[in-house]
């Protein structure tokens, strides 16, 4: 009989530490002591997040929010990378984000669609986060998630491509979707 080998955040991190991934040309990621292995990304993924990294960085200044992009935020027993985050203004130096650190998470889902509105979501919830998008590429809609509770999100909308959506943080700003989901 076989069982599965549980690790914990520093398990997990000294393994990154003595190199235990490098030339591995997989994506991980360390949920709830495991690490999970990602399906390869799409050309459209990369467009969003490109799309998404501009519009974070020419929607805030530094002195209000530090943006990461793929980067680790430390939540209990998981170290999700959101694709896009929103984080205090600050710098982290050698600690990871945690969940009070987070302004807004936005993941793109390609394949990942129900995991990110499933159990991301549920992580992210209980972890406190307040403003949660999921970018869904096929159906061209964001899922924003409110109000985290820990049983998840209490609000869930979804915006369609003729609409703009505006995080919690900085209300003032729009993100309009059909800029986001044009080819051009």
């Given at each position: 009989m076989s069982s599965s080998l549980r690790l914990a955040v520093d398990d997990y991190e000294r393994m990154i530490a003595n190199g235990a991934f490098v030339g591995l040309e997989?994506?991980?990621?360390?949920?709830?002591?495991?690490?999970?292995?990602?399906?390869?990304?799409?050309?459209?993924?990369?467009?969003?997040?490109?799309?998404?990294?501009?519009?974070?960085?020419?929607?805030?200044?530094?002195?209000?929010a530090r943006i990461q992009i793929q980067s680790a935020i430390l939540l209990g027993d998981s170290l999700p990378e959101p694709d896009v985050m929103w984080l205090r203004a600050k710098r982290y130096g050698g600690q990871?984000?945690?969940?009070?650190?987070?302004?807004?998470?936005?993941?793109?889902?390609?394949?990942?669609?129900?995991?990110?509105?499933?159990?991301?979501?549920?992580?992210?919830?209980?972890?406190?986060?307040?403003?949660?998008?999921?970018?869904?590429?096929?159906?061209?809609?964001?899922?924003?998630?409110?109000?985290?509770?820990?049983?998840?999100?209490?609000?869930v909308q979804v915006f369609q491509r003729n609409e703009t959506l505006s995080p919690l943080f900085k209300p003032s700003i729009s993100l309009p979707l059909d800029k986001l989901f044009s080819e051009e």
């Open positions: 997989r994506r991980l990621e360390f949920i709830h002591g495991e690490i999970r292995e990602m399906n390869p990304a799409g050309p459209y993924y990369f467009d969003y997040i490109e799309f998404l990294t501009y519009w974070s960085h020419s929607s805030v200044s530094r002195d209000e990871r984000p945690r969940g009070s650190d987070a302004h807004l998470i936005i993941e793109v889902a390609d394949t990942s669609l129900r995991y990110d509105l499933g159990e991301k979501a549920m992580l992210y919830a209980q972890a406190g986060i307040t403003d949660y998008w999921v970018v869904g590429i096929e159906s061209q809609v964001v899922h924003q998630h409110r109000n985290p509770t820990t049983d998840g999100y209490q609000e």
